[in-house]
């Protein structure tokens, strides 16, 4: 045999290993083949390859075994029980710049299905060879990396912790102040991934210098971007007062509220999820975002969407209002009321309905002006059918009887009232009798109204337990008439 006959076997061997690997990671892309590739045992065929001797075509291997497990956690499971991390993790700091995206990609793919995956990732010294790859001269390798490291941090708060141990923080921080916005992105939603499990972590992310940074890109033009840094400032200022107050002293005011008319529905949510987070924490942190136009902005990005983009929004009203009554007074004056009525109506979806009916208890919960504010809408009787209703979940139930607990011990404005004396079950009807038994004895047009109207009458048919409070309500109620009028 000759040189050249030699020569064309071993050629003919390569050209079978790349078209090999070339049709794997072709056929990976599309679901219907993943099962066949799975049967026909393709990962112990892809395994040999990523140590072959033509770059190119351990190259390709990675990118098909990354696709096969990012498919599902089996696939990525096989990933770890063949032995293939060590291998990837030893190339990754090796090879060039291509194969180190492949392999980071893999990795990304084996951490993103569970805790398990994520932590073999880490038992196998790939954070710090990721955490060197974020200082890669290519940015392609930086993202990779990036991503994959926020792939295993978003799992728990103790992969996090072994992310930040690795040194990654600093350098996703050095990442975000790049020119790529693909780059600004992934690092941005891994140091979000970081900062969510805990005020500890989130302290860790604020002490690299990041707050100054994400404030000064929630104006930039890529929507993909901005809904990534509000996100990392939600993150952020949730844990606690002091986090929540440093990124208000980032100066985010007023510039996050221009977020809320944002074309893009998802950076209008995570607009209104950084207002609730901040809101939530005290009332001096509520009365700034007021100050600040925030909640008649947040009542006008309401009206303007549908659905869970509206929930963060909605919520933000509920914690504002939750503050004390000036604050409360701050959401009625604004026109909040009637856009929480139009929620509770409109969405299909329960928990939304929730939502909004929790947000109008604590608005009408304080005073009778208050609760004249929520009434006048029209929304209690909304709120009796949704507690009424069969078809409520449990949690709207609760939320819909404790609104309308709060709203009718405060509220003094008979004509909402008085549908209920015929509509409500025995549990809120004492509470309706309450009030009548409260206003009816010093306001006489109100006395004169409830005869001509019927309500009295109605009255007299309720049947209450002898010594019970709703008896008791009863009888003020009757001694507010002469005899012959009650008989």
């Known amino acids: 045999m000759s040189q050249r006959q030699v020569l064309q076997v071993f050629e003919q061997y390569q050209k079978a290993r790349t078209q090999f690997v070339q049709m794997v ?43 096969l497990a990012n498919y599902n956690d089996d696939l990525a499971e096989a990933v770890v029980k063949g032995d293939i991390l060590p291998q990837l993790v030893y190339s990754l700091a090796e090879q060039n710049r291509f194969y180190k ?7 990304r793919a084996v951490g993103k299905h569970s805790p398990q995956l994520a932590q073999a990732i880490v038992d196998c010294g790939a954070l710090d060879t990721l955490v060197i790859c974020l200082e890669d001269f290519d940015p392609g390798v930086k993202e990779a990396a ?32 790049e020119p790529e916005i693909a780059l600004k ?37 890529d929507a993909k971007l901005k809904r990534q840094v509000l996100s990392a400032l939600s993150q952020i200022a949730k844990h606690s007062v002091d986090l929540a107050e440093m990124v208000v002293e980032a100066e985010i005011f007023p510039v996050v509220l221009t977020c809320l008319k944002d074309k893009d529905e998802y950076v209008k949510k995570n607009a209104s999820t950084l207002i609730r987070e901040i809101a939530k924490h005290t009332p001096e942190l509520s009365q700034l975002i007021v100050n600040a136009g925030g909640v008649a902005a947040v009542i006008d990005c309401i009206g303007s969407c549908k659905g869970n983009i509206r929930l ?74 949704l507690y009424m209703s069969t078809e409520s979940s449990e949690d709207l139930q609760v939320k819909s009887k404790k609104a309308i607990k709060n709203i009718l011990q405060k509220c ?76």
Not at 101 to 107: G, N
Not at 159 to 169: K, P, Y
Not at 205 to 214: N, P, R, S, T, Y
């Open 25 to 67: 990671a072709e056929l990976a892309t599309r679901p219907q083949n993943i099962e066949t590739l799975q049967n026909a045992g393709v990962m112990a065929l892809l395994r040999p390859l990523l140590l072959d001797v033509v770059p190119t075509i351990q190259q390709t291997a990675a990118l098909a075994l990354g696709r």
């Open 101 to 107: 995206k492949a392999a980071a990609f893999v990795l």
């Open 146 to 177: 990036a991503w994959a490291l926020g792939y295993i941090a978003r799992h728990n708060a103790e992969l996090s912790q072994a992310v930040v141990d690795a040194g990654a923080v600093p350098l996703l921080v050095l990442c975000i102040q």
């Open 185 to 221: 992105r992934i690092a941005v939603s891994a140091l979000s991934d970081i900062a969510k499990h805990s005020p500890e972590l989130a302290q860790t992310v604020v002490d690299a210098g990041v707050i100054a940074h994400l404030a000064q890109m929630i104006l930039n033009p």
């Open 312 to 385: 963060p929004g909605i919520m933000l009203l509920g914690y504002v209002a939750a503050h004390s009554e000036n604050l409360a007074m701050a959401v009625i004056i604004s026109k909040g009321v009637p856009q929480l009525s139009l929620c509770l109506s409109e969405e299909p979806e329960d928990h939304i309905k929730a939502a909004a009916a929790w947000a109008l208890g604590h608005i009408g919960r304080h005073t009778p002006e208050h609760a004249r504010a929520v009434a006048v809408t029209n929304t209690l009787p909304v709120l009796l059918s």
């Open 412 to 487: 003094t404005y008979l004509p909402a009232l008085e549908p209920f004396l015929y509509d409500a079950p025995p549990n809120i009807l004492k509470h309706v009798v309450g009030q009548f038994s409260k206003v009816l004895p010093h306001d006489s047009k109100a006395r004169r109204l409830f005869v001509t109207s019927g309500g009295l009458k109605k009255v007299q048919e309720i049947k209450a337990e002898p010594g019970s409070l709703l008896q008791e309500y009863i009888n003020s109620i009757n001694n507010c008439y002469p005899e012959e009028i009650v008989r």
